[in-house]
């Protein structure tokens, strides 16, 4: 068990709704980063907050969005959703912001688009 | 050309082989070398994590890391059916990149 806690474990839903992912870094990490995996891309790094502050981007969508709040936890928006979306979403924590240092990861939420 | 490259297999091997695990890559300024373990419908367990050049062995484990060649290998000695999974290369250099992983079947 790394620690860090995703909710839900699965999602469905339709074309042109929203969703919201949810993510409870490990006791005592600061940084929180979200990734998209899916079968022929890999694992490819959304955003990282770090205490709260947007600390990187990556290949975010405009339609994505994010944010950390103050106990630390962070949610993941994803709108006006299209069947491409349909994905593995991780969150992963480390102690500081600095991308260097490991990040441990949750077990994700599967998100089917239908 | 991506910044890091791993054969994405599968590689199937018989239990108790050894099996050698690898990625390159093209961006001299990464320091810090990891490779995360992904069973199936869970999320990269992190295996070892390693700081520039040289050997780290953990268990049956042994990360290496040649940045001369910009190459980085993972050894698993004595494999067993539970290593069945894929294998995630990572690497910062104030950013992560991950491979794209190679999946690993160990056949009893």
């Known amino acids: 068990d790394s620690g860090v806690t995703q909710t839900p474990k699965h999602l469905i839903t339709a074309t042109g709704q929203r969703v919201t992912l949810r993510c409870s870094p490990r006791?005592?990490?600061?940084?929180v980063y979200w990734y998209q995996q899916s079968l022929d891309q890999g694992l490819q790094f959304l955003i990282q907050y770090y205490n709260g502050e947007e600390r990187a981007k990556g290949n975010i969508l405009e339609r994505f969005s994010a944010q950390q709040f103050p106990d630390l936890h962070s949610e993941l928006n994803l709108s006006s959703l299209e069947l491409g979306d349909s994905a593995l979403y991780f969150c992963a924590s480390s102690v500081v912001g600095d991308s260097n240092q490991p990040q441990h990861f949750g077990d994700g939420t599967r998100l089917s688009i239908l | 050309q991506k910044e890091v490259e791993q054969d994405p297999g599968p590689l199937s091997v018989p239990e108790g082989a050894i099996v050698s695990l690898n990625c390159t890559y093209s961006n001299s300024a990464f320091q810090y070398f990891m490779w995360y373990r992904q069973y199936s419908r869970k999320g990269p367990e992190l295996l070892m994590y390693t700081y520039s050049s040289g050997n780290k062995e953990d268990g049956r484990f042994t990360a290496q890391v040649d940045k001369s060649s910009k190459y980085i290998s993972l050894f698993i000695r004595d494999s067993q059916p539970s290593d069945s999974a894929t294998y995630l290369c990572a690497m910062s250099d104030g950013d992560m990149r991950f491979g794209a992983g190679t999946r690993l079947t160990v056949k009893p």
């Open positions: 006791s005592g990490d600061l940084s």
